[in-house]
């Protein structure tokens, strides 16, 4: 398996996501850029990623010009051929404007920019500390969509404290039932808006992230063995 992370106009977590995932989880990476028009040397057996930032500046809504930049269409053809891919704040935003998620991300409940580390957790239980930083992160559905989310156990992620509780205190931004992050029916696609390539480094004295990777990578993606995530 290889990762291309996809830069746009405005991409920020780009640099970012290609350290964490060369450097720190010794993984082969290339970087696209968001004016080619296919995906050139990857198969479904690779993965895109989406990056955080604030693609085209956010015009118009978070993602929307970006969804129709011209390689997003070769990662929507990617993946409804069954190609992974990973969309990380403005990338999960990018996933929602191009249908290949349901929902929407909606601006803060609190009308602020968050910019902090929160804990998360998935069905493994165990809380993980990772970092937000996002303004429009406040996840949205209809009621019909949220329950089938549940019921195929399409959320990935939900924020909770630092003992794995979900309480309305640990929500950053007043998403719906404190989804973090959610997957596609075939679980081959994946969004969330914490930021687990932040999360990666003993500099930074946390390395969380990594366990978000190898959980979605690993087990969801079915990483071959011998290219595991370190």
């Not at 990338?91 to 998620?101: N, T």
């Not at 195929?152 to 979900?166: A, L, R």
């Not at 039932?177 to 959610?182: H, L, S």
Request: charged share 20%; aromatic share 8%; proline share 4%.
């Amino acid at each position: 398996m290889k990762f291309g992370v996809v830069v746009f106009p405005g991409s920020n977590c780009d640099r970012d996501m290609y350290d964490a995932l060369k450097y720190d989880l010794k993984q082969e990476v290339v970087m696209l850029w968001h004016k080619d028009k296919e995906l050139t040397g990857f198969t479904t057996d690779d993965c895109i990623v989406l990056p955080g930032g604030f693609s085209y500046g956010d015009y118009l809504r978070c993602g929307a010009i970006a969804r129709f930049s011209p390689l997003m269409q070769a990662v929507i053809d990617f993946a409804n051929k069954g190609g992974k891919v990973l969309g990380v704040c403005n990338g999960f935003q990018v996933l929602c404007e191009a249908g290949l998620l349901p929902g929407a991300l909606l601006r803060n409940a609190n009308q602020q920019f968050v910019c902090k580390n929160v804990f998360i957790k998935g069905e493994e239980g165990e809380p993980l500390m990772i970092p937000v930083a996002h303004g429009e992160g406040r996840y949205y559905a209809d009621a019909a969509t949220l329950k089938q989310l549940e019921a195929n156990n399409q959320v990935i992620y939900h924020y909770c404290d630092e003992d794995g509780n979900i309480t309305d205190a640990a929500n950053p931004n007043g998403t719906t039932d404190n989804i973090a992050g959610i997957c596609n029916a075939n679980r081959n696609v994946f969004g969330m808006m914490p930021h687990p390539e932040r999360a990666c480094s003993e500099a930074l004295g946390n390395v969380d992230g990594k366990k978000v990777f190898k959980t979605l990578l690993i087990k969801n993606l079915q990483l071959e063995p011998q290219a595991e995530l370190v």
